[in-house]
């Protein structure tokens, strides 16, 4: 028993524990397609696991596919009750009207009548494997809609968890492993990892290759290293498939020590092949997704006109007005990014106390300065990995204010605070390796302080969903 207890406290361990419980009950509380822009995720996962690889033009000019009949159904019985939602205290909300409505819909076989709808198709297949495969395995045992859509999200947490279990045990010696725990198993980090979306597999890519950079960092150079500077271009060719927008994380690759190579001539053909490849796969993907990713239109609710051409040419030749726009979009919304960052869940925005959101900030600058002679050795690597970094927020707000903006705004409209969440890590253990602070902590300690914030703060987020999105009747 002592054994297993202290097996269990071991960061990569314990994180398995805990999202697998806190991650099951997001999945099964949540109610049906009501994770942020799930109706379109779980249609492309439906689709590809009935061989629709390639969207289709429907008569309304938007791309998807043929969905059935009841689906679509409580799709749209989904969105008109999120719309009729007004927010206020967490004990006066009961976001959804009629659970038996619900309970009507998605407890019933997928209809065989079809109708058109549209997806998320802007995005490869690749973003969507895990909810494809929990997909083709309800149909196997003709599961209901409320169960395929819980047997999607039950895949897609599980591929989230194995790679973020792998990205830990590969820092099992380093105290940086208590960061990636950390912010793993933040409420959004957790709850994107528990629905059907693009973003949770680009988070636990973007840990995992921060990880492996570490590694590599760290490490002396091994017959071993190669195999994970092999495992690294691996998941830097994936990313930009799954979001073209996060691509200069992958350009980390020409960050790989030297010393892995045999000489400096096979290092740099190796990083430059390696980058290639992500450059190359990413490009062709958004050259055959182009005609399809007009869904940005159709989710603009003043009905603005959206021509990326013409805003690609705007930005040409004003160049400062974009960079004056995303900072004038910072500084009136920068209060909403962090908070979507950390702490609100669901297309029905239930937020969590402020006292556990500041917690967590707290957990995490003690992850990173915990750390601090880690990141004081790599450094000057981080500096570097963080212009990447830069030039991916960047490209963040550049890709929004292009899909999703009309020519020339003068602000960003779109941003929401859960797409930089694959930034945080390199972040915080730049400051670390900057600032003058240093935090002592036993490494027998470690697993209870970390082990204590993620979880509590989930157990509070938990409530609060629950609360908000059922009301009072829940207690």
């Not at 959004?188 to 950079?213: F, H, K, P, R, W």
């Not at 239109?297 to 006109?305: L, N, V």
Request: charged letters at 15%; aromatic letters at 12%; proline letters at 4%.
């Amino acid at each position: 028993m002592e054994n297993i207890f202290k097996h269990l406290t071991k960061a990569e361990y314990l994180f398995v524990l805990i999202a697998l419980f806190f991650g099951v009950w997001f999945a099964k509380m949540t109610p049906p397609l009501w994770g942020v822009d799930e109706t379109a995720h779980f249609a492309r996962a439906y689709q590809l696991a009935h061989g629709d690889f390639s969207p289709k033009k429907n008569l309304d000019g938007t791309y998807g596919g043929a969905l059935p009949k009841n689906l679509v159904t409580l799709w749209n019985y989904t969105k008109s009750d999120l719309l009729d939602n007004k927010g206020g205290g967490i004990f006066s909300r009961k976001d959804v009207d009629s659970t038996a409505t619900y309970n009507k819909l998605d407890r019933q076989p997928f209809s065989k009548q079809q109708q058109t709808s549209p997806g998320s198709a802007v995005y490869s297949p690749v973003a969507y494997v895990a909810p494809t495969i929990g997909v083709v395995v309800a149909d196997i045992f003709h599961a209901s809609i409320e169960q395929t859509i819980f047997l999607a999200r039950l895949c897609s947490l599980l591929l989230y968890i194995a790679l973020i279990w792998l990205g830990i045990r590969l820092l099992r010696n380093s105290k940086l492993k208590w960061l990636i725990f950390t912010i793993a198993l933040l409420p959004m980090s957790l709850y994107q990892a528990s629905i059907v979306t693009a973003d949770n597999m680009i988070v636990g890519l973007s840990l995992l290759l921060v990880c492996i950079l570490v590694r590599l960092f760290q490490n002396t150079g091994t017959a071993k290293d190669k195999r994970l500077f092999y495992a690294l271009v691996a998941v830097a060719s994936i990313i930009p498939l799954v979001k073209l927008n996060y691509i200069l994380l992958s350009f980390g690759l020409v960050l790989v020590p030297n010393r892995l190579f045999k000489s400096a001539k096979t290092a740099i053909a190796a990083k430059a092949g390696g980058v290639s490849l992500a450059v190359i796969l990413g490009l062709l993907w958004a050259m055959a997704s182009k005609v399809t990713s007009n869904i940005a239109a159709s989710q603009r609710s003043d009905g603005a006109k959206l021509v990326a051409s013409a805003q690609i040419s705007f930005m040409a030749h004003h160049p400062l007005h974009f960079f004056e726009a995303c900072a004038r979009s910072i500084a009136n919304s920068g209060d909403s990014y962090f908070q979507s960052m950390i702490s609100l869940l669901g297309w029905n925005f239930v937020g969590i106390p402020i006292i556990i959101t500041c917690l967590l900030v707290i957990g995490i600058l003690l992850a990173g300065f915990y750390a601090k002679d880690e990141v004081i050795a790599i450094r000057q690597k981080l500096i570097l990995f963080n212009v990447l970094v830069l030039g991916g927020i960047i490209g963040v707000f550049a890709s929004l204010y292009i899909a999703f903006n009309p020519t020339g705004s003068r602000a960003v409209d779109g941003i929401q605070g859960r797409y930089f969440l694959p930034f945080i890590a390199p972040v915080v253990m730049l400051l670390a390796a900057f600032i003058p602070i240093e935090v002592k902590i036993k490494a027998r300690q470690a697993p209870y302080i970390f082990g204590t914030i993620s979880s509590l703060s989930l157990a509070v987020s938990a409530v609060y969903y629950l609360l908000a999105t059922y009301g009072r009747q829940v207690l």
